[in-house]
């Protein structure tokens, strides 16, 4: 059997897999002339933000400073009651959860779809109670959730819906950019997104009275320009600085670049792969645009023996650094949900959840194992070239052969 050669694919957490160039580079000099860092007084953020908002076709949108502080300005913006319940899913970032409680809400983690590994709307009615307030959804991967009948839920039951677009940039729904779908929408400007300043994050919104609190919970809640300004409530510091605000202008040029080219690649490698048994590709369809934050293959562990694991580290001897079994372990199995870790001993806000919240039995959570038991996450970038892709196909064809040999 013909092996082919390790190869050393672009990486997102170095300057093989980044886009960083001259408009960086001078971007950070101008900002340093302009002798102002902060956004209050600066024009960097300022403009990124306009900028944002009208990719997204929404009318407002606040830089911050990562993924995680988007989604906790998102989620008090809501200005929700202690022990209101917020319905999400447990295979997401850790950013996407902790907020939540840190705003002294009870994240509630429906159940996956098994194949798009995103909530549902089914899933997220299985969990609907009189407490729930909110439903924020992953994007994962790049790959919308089927927001038609997410909002209809929501909108029938009067809860209020957050997307957490961080791996999701460029994506849409029905040819709604995600984003602009729900009340609020949440990206990260992370090593490793689509676009990247390192560390950065961007709130969006269509709505003026959200938009108001957006801007308050970034900064300290004190009322810049008002008659009698004063600091409202409490709320943190979450401003993004004119030197990042700089990079993620630059960087916002490159968007389109990075999903186009993701997206092109992807289709490249599911054309390569069509008809190897034992994975399914991607679905994308039904009216939603995928852009690849990753490219996720479904592993039949009943085909290949050995299933995503035994693929991945046949993979990984290869040179493609996978992540079979993504997160490993779905979020409500990390210590800060198993011992409930939060301020000092007091459990706080757990001790105001219904039992049935925070139930994590694992026959409540069919479709969330059988998705991590079967993923396999292929490292994506949008450097990579065709031969990259086609060295990818080649390799998981070898492998998988080698594997029911
Ligand atoms: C990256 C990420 C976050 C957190 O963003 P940070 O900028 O790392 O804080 C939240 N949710 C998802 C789905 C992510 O991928």
């Known amino acids: 059997m013909k092996e082919s050669p390790p190869r050393t694919l672009p990486n997102d957490q170095d300057a093989t897999g980044r886009t960083f160039g001259e408009e960086e580079q001078s971007a950070v000099l101008a900002a340093l002339a302009s002798g102002t860092l902060t956004s209050t007084k600066g024009s960097f953020v300022k403009q990124l933000e306009a900028r944002f908002a009208e990719k997204l076709g929404v009318k407002h949108a606040f830089a911050c400073t990562s993924g995680t502080a988007a989604i906790h300005v998102a989620v008090a913006a809501l200005d929700l009651e202690p022990g209101d319940e917020v319905i999400t899913t447990s295979i997401t970032d850790m950013g996407a959860l902790t907020p939540i409680l840190a705003q002294g809400a009870i994240p509630v983690f429906a159940d996956v779809d098994a194949h798009t590994l995103n909530l549902t709307a089914a899933t997220i009615q299985a969990v609907v109670s009189v407490r729930t307030k909110a439903i924020l959804v992953t994007h994962l991967f790049g790959d919308p959730c089927e927001m038609e009948a997410i909002m209809e839920l929501a909108d029938q039951a009067g809860i209020a819906v957050l997307e957490d677009c961080c791996q999701a940039f460029g994506a849409a729904d029905q040819g709604h950019p995600v984003g602009s779908i729900g009340a609020i929408g949440c990206f990260s400007l992370q090593q490793g997104k689509h ?72 289709d490249q490698l599911s054309a390569a792969l069509e008809g190897v048994n034992g994975i ?65 001993t007091s459990k706080w806000p757990f001790t105001l959840a219904s039992a049935d919240a925070v139930d994590y039995s694992p026959e409540r959570f069919p479709g969330t194992f059988d998705a991590l038991d079967r993923v396999l996450v292929l490292p994506w970038n949008e450097r990579f070239t065709s031969d990259d892709v086609l060295f990818i196909a080649e390799a998981i064809r070898e492998s998988i052969d080698e594997l029911k040999a």
Request: aromatic share 10%; net charge positive; charged share 20%.
């Open 195 to 266: 676009i990247t300043t390192g560390e950065g994050g961007l709130v969006t919104t269509d709505d003026d009275a959200l938009a108001r609190r957006l801007f308050l919970m970034i900064n300290k809640a004190w009322g810049y320009g008002d008659q009698n300004p004063d600091h409202y409530f409490l709320a943190l510091n979450y401003r993004m600085n004119e030197i990042t605000g700089a990079v993620a202008l630059a960087q916002m040029q490159k968007l389109d670049h990075s999903v186009a080219s993701r997206v092109a690649n992807a």
């Open 280 to 344: 399914s590709l991607p679905l994308g369809g039904s009216g939603r645009r995928h852009t690849y934050w990753r490219y996720c293959l479904d592993v039949d562990p009943h085909v290949i023996p050995g299933g995503t694991v035994a693929l991945g580290n046949l993979l990984r001897a290869r040179g493609i650094g996978c992540a079979p079994r993504y997160i490993q372990k779905p979020a409500f199995q990390c210590q800060i949900f198993t011992e409930q870790r939060t301020f000092g």
